[in-house]
């Protein structure tokens, strides 16, 4: 079984979808799952293939997560607007997070808050 992500027009993932092995050329299973996925959803053709283990384009997507194509990746969605991408695809603050420690990144102060436990 491989699986596909359903995406809008801005690349953002709206569905995960299961592709039977049977409906797959294992030549070529991508081109032949999104072939399948056309057919099947009357002519929708943005789909790309996904992974359960991250093989395939970084990560397993969830709906809202974003499919970056300079990366072939699937990116988290942006946490904070001071966030910013590394050259993995992961979201990182402007400042590295203390390595000790329970902390919370504040948006609004641009820093990491220590958490103390209750």
Same mark, same amino acid.
């Given at each position: 079984?491989?699986?596909?992500? @359903?995406?809008?027009?801005?690349?953002?993932?709206?569905?995960?979808?299961?592709?039977?092995?049977?409906?797959?050329?294992?030549?070529? =299973?991508?081109?032949? &799952?999104? =072939?399948?996925?056309?057919?099947?959803?009357?002519?929708?053709?943005?789909?790309?293939?996904?992974?359960?283990? &991250?093989?395939?384009?970084?990560?397993?997507?969830?709906?809202?997560?974003?499919?970056?194509?300079?990366?072939?990746?699937?990116?988290?969605? @942006?946490?904070?607007?001071?966030?910013?991408?590394?050259?993995?695809?992961?979201?990182?603050?402007? @400042?590295?997070?203390?390595?000790? &420690?329970?902390?919370?990144?504040?948006?609004?102060? &641009?820093?990491?808050?220590?958490?103390? =436990?209750?």
């Amino acid at each position: 079984m491989a699986h596909f992500a @359903q995406l809008d027009d801005d690349n953002v993932v709206v569905a995960v979808y299961p592709v039977a092995n049977d409906a797959l050329d294992p030549a070529n =299973e991508e081109a032949s &799952g999104i =072939e399948f996925l056309i057919q099947w959803s009357n002519g929708y053709s943005k789909w790309k293939q996904c992974s359960y283990n &991250g093989n395939i384009r970084r990560r397993y997507p969830a709906i809202g997560d974003r499919y970056d194509e300079s990366r072939d990746a699937f990116i988290l969605p @942006q946490p904070y607007p001071s966030w910013s991408l590394d050259q993995y695809g992961d979201w990182v603050a402007p @400042q590295p997070k203390p390595s000790s &420690g329970s902390w919370i990144w504040d948006e609004s102060k &641009g820093e990491w808050i220590s958490v103390t =436990e209750s």
